[in-house]
């Protein structure tokens, strides 16, 4: 899988991109020292720069060039501009961020920090908010982006005030809230290739002036399915996503606010499990008259293919400013129910009149937290943040069904199977200024944690309620993660820092290693009777992260941005889900093993990088984002690694013996990616004119610890020209098209005996938009 042609591609966008860079600082010193000249509009415009960046990556407002932490911050223009349309479009616009998908599941990584593991209850090592709610696994949820305010990728782990589950950093979205002041509004219709409508609306009015005010969002997407199913007479389902979120924002004193929010959810959108064959690998090569796909973007399927999950969220957020300093209190309650998934997991159909091997999912993911902040004020040069947080989720329990029927055998198994966590933390972060220039901050939090694995197998495809499921094994884990940072302020527009943080993933346990047909009774007297024949299921260690990074923030004019980062990574005790064949329903043959996850602690990482990202203002009319990640991200200790490889005559995949993949480069963690933004801005005769080209190019991407399935280097072009008539006032009339190069970029791979599969996320897309604002 060899493409030369996308490293040229990347070599020459990157050569593009450092000219361009080298252009934008050669032209901040040749104008900084210019006398001012008679402003125009337009250069008035431009002297007003661009503008501060207000983040809260330390539980407090705060200006990004002051946090000694990576941060990529994208405001509701940036997003609107470049395209980015749902979660997994961040990754054209972040750079060391990679967005993946597992069905209804997201895989982000960050500077090759991602979770290798997908069973239920396991939260990704990438910690996703929404408004300061945490969603854990749930983060499949906020697929789409219909009302962001702004979005914040912290890079790096953040132990002491994010805690568990955030090795590889966090991202923060926050959604627009409530105007006091006046009645406003959008409205906005899309209309797309693959017959896709998109309507978007937000409306907020205020009760009582400067007291009480309300808002609604509301979203709604139906498209066709961009794949083609060989198998006649059987539809591909397309997408239907809605989203509806309502706020109540209310300040009764001038130090008071109460934020409540609300929302419901829909995502059906079964493209990332929609599965081909990666270099024609599938065992349906051997079978007589089975349809095997051999275009990307063709599927083969006897039945309709479904990926359905509704999510419901409820939260308060209330602040009080004191003297002191501010205490916030957040509290939320969500429940995700994935109501209905089902994948052939083969990418072939099997002749008719069998289905051939299908698994049906169906589970819960319902959780409540609260969380307690206090940030102080300022005391001559100290200042400190102090908190406390509680969480409880359970994960899984409805059936997990796996079906197999083939001209060989008939079979059905009910899986039954899942986690609960309950954990608190304790944190605190302080920031002393020693001078003027010279600033140190220092973090600690304690984590605890108490885990259980609770299910049941049982023969036959059973309903929930005929199953009495079982908590087979629970663990306690325990963590003190810390962070030091000392930040050198070079000029009043110029930041150096250096930082050393630590962080953890929190243990897990394997779903599927619940013994099939025994309860934990059973099991005990089993054991009692003869030691080890009935083992039940072992928790693996957390995932723990030692992290170090120097960098530089500054603007050295109000309209030129730079941003700079070195740091080295080590992560240990990497969990790790391989699959093995596993006879489910004796005898085997003739009834077909089924692959199932075994998970594992079987390795450590480490990553070495560097990034730099630049926004400049060329012109009045003109701004340039620009942004290059480099990353070696490989494995240091790995001896006892198992992965796939290609079967004889390409039927399936095979395991090879246990052997060490010391230096084989990290899943999802390309060696260099490069995002370039450029817009511009024309005021004319009959209204706002504005074009934007987005570009994005990703080296080789590996799938597997054996370096053997990747997606080959490949670069993407986004174009939007929009319109606003002078003569209507808040309208915009938009063109736009998204990877115009029509490359075939993976979505999500599965990797197993029946085949290398791979989902691929859409070809070639183009458009237009019309909004109103009001």
């Given at each position: ?386 908190g406390g947080n509680y969480y409880r989720n359970r994960s899984g329990g409805n059936p997990s069904q796996i079906v197999t029927s083939t001209p060989q055998a008939s079979s059905a198994v009910t899986a039954y199977g899942g986690q609960t966590a309950r954990a608190f933390a304790a944190f605190g972060e302080a920031t002393f200024e020693l001078t003027d220039s010279l600033s140190i901050v220092g973090g600690l939090r304690y984590s605890h944690e108490r885990r259980g694995v609770f299910g049941a197998w ?280 998204t990877n115009l190069t029509n490359e075939a970029v993976i979505l999500s791979t599965f990797l197993n005996a029946n085949g290398a599969l791979a989902s691929y996320a859409p070809p070639r897309t183009y458009g237009a938009t019309v909004s109103f604002k009001f």
């Amino acid at each position: 899988m060899k493409s030369t042609s996308g490293k040229s591609r990347l070599a020459m966008i990157g050569v593009s991109a450092m000219a361009l860079m080298h252009a934008s600082a050669g032209f901040a010193q040749d104008t900084a020292g210019a006398a001012p000249a008679a402003a125009s509009p337009a250069a008035a415009e431009a002297d007003e720069g661009l503008g501060e960046i207000v983040v809260t990556a330390q539980k407090r407002e705060e200006n990004i060039r002051d946090v000694p932490i990576s941060i990529t911050a994208l405001s509701a223009d940036d997003i609107a501009n470049s395209g980015v349309r749902n979660i997994t479009d961040l990754t054209a616009v972040v750079p060391g961020l990679k967005m993946d998908r597992v069905g209804a599941v997201f895989l982000p990584a960050i500077r090759g920090v991602s979770t290798l593991t997908t069973t239920g209850g396991v939260e990704p090592n990438v910690a996703t908010y929404v408004d300061n709610v945490y969603l854990g696994g749930a983060a499949g949820s906020v697929q789409n982006l219909p009302d962001i305010s702004s979005i914040a990728v912290l890079k790096g782990p953040q132990g002491t005030l994010f805690g568990r589950n955030a090795t590889g950093g966090a991202i923060q979205i926050f959604t627009r809230e409530p105007d006091m002041q006046s009645v406003s509004g959008e409205l906005s219709a899309s209309y797309a290739r693959f017959n896709s409508v998109t309507l978007k609306g937000f409306l907020t009015a205020p009760i009582i002036a400067d007291k009480l005010a309300v808002s609604v969002s509301g979203y709604r997407e139906t498209a066709d399915s961009y794949y083609n199913n060989l198998t006649p007479n059987v539809p591909l389902i397309g997408v239907h996503n809605y989203t509806v979120r309502a706020k109540i924002l209310a300040t009764p004193t001038e130090t008071t606010r109460i934020l409540i929010t609300g929302l419901i959810n829909q995502q059906s959108d079964p493209s990332a499990i929609q599965y081909a064959p990666m270099l024609g690998l599938t065992v349906g090569k051997g079978i007589p008259g089975a349809i095997v796909p051999t275009r990307r973007y063709d599927v083969a399927s006897n039945l309709p293919i479904p990926l359905l999950s509704r999510s419901k969220m409820a939260s308060i957020e209330i602040s009080q400013e004191t003297s002191l300093g501010e205490i916030t209190l957040l509290g939320a309650v969500r429940k995700n129910d994935n109501v209905l998934s089902r994948t052939t997991a083969t990418a072939f159909a099997y002749p008719a009149p069998f289905t051939g091997v299908n698994y049906t999912i169906s589970g819960q993911d319902a959780a409540e937290q609260v969380e307690f902040d206090f940030a102080s004020s300022k005391f001559g040069g100290f200042s400190f943040v102090v908190g406390g947080n509680y969480y409880r989720n359970r994960s899984g329990g409805n059936p997990s069904q796996i079906v197999t029927s083939t001209p060989q055998a008939s079979s059905a198994v009910t899986a039954y199977g899942g986690q609960t966590a309950r954990a608190f933390a304790a944190f605190g972060e302080a920031t002393f200024e020693l001078t003027d220039s010279l600033s140190i901050v220092g973090g600690l939090r304690y984590s605890h944690e108490r885990r259980g694995v609770f299910g049941a197998w049982a023969v036959g495809a059973t309903a929930a309620d005929a199953v009495t499921q079982y908590e087979y094994a629970s663990k306690n884990f325990s963590s003190m993660t810390y962070k030091a940072a000392v930040r050198y302020e070079l000029s009043p527009d110029a930041n150096v820092y250096f930082t050393y943080s630590t962080g953890f993933r929190s243990g897990n346990f394997n779903n599927f290693d619940i013994p099939f047909g025994r309860t934990p009774a059973q099991c005990a007297a089993a054991n009692t009777a003869t030691p080890g024949s009935c083992p039940l299921p072992i928790a693996v260690n957390p995932e723990k992260i030692r992290a170090f990074e120097v960098g530089l923030k500054a603007a050295p004019t109000p309209w030129l941005r730079i941003n700079g980062a070195l740091y080295a990574y080590q992560l240990s005790d990497i969990q790790i889900l391989s699959f093995s064949n596993v006879c489910v329903t004796a005898p085997c043959p003739p009834n077909p093993t089924t692959p199932l996850g075994r998970l594992s602690n079987a390795a450590t990482t480490t990553m070495y990088g560097a990034e730099v990202d630049v926004d400049a203002r060329i012109t009045p009319e003109l701004r340039i984002q620009a942004g290059v990640s480099l990353l070696d991200a490989s494995f240091s200790d790995y001896p006892n690694a198992v992965w796939n490889l290609p079967a004889p005559g390409g039927l399936g995949l095979i395991s090879t013996p246990i052997m060490s993949a010391n230096g084989k480069q990290a899943p999802r963690a390309p060696k260099a990616t490069l995002n370039v933004s450029a817009t511009y801005t024309k005021d004319l005769p009959i209204g706002e004119f504005s074009l934007t080209a987005n570009g994005y190019a990703s080296e080789r991407i590996y799938f597997d610890v054996g370096n053997v399935f990747y997606q080959p280097a490949y670069a993407t072009l986004g174009l939007r020209a929009s319109l606003s008539p002078s003569s209507l006032p808040g309208l915009t009339v938009s063109v736009w098209g998204t990877n115009l190069t029509n490359e075939a970029v993976i979505l999500s791979t599965f990797l197993n005996a029946n085949g290398a599969l791979a989902s691929y996320a859409p070809p070639r897309t183009y458009g237009a938009t019309v909004s109103f604002k009001f």
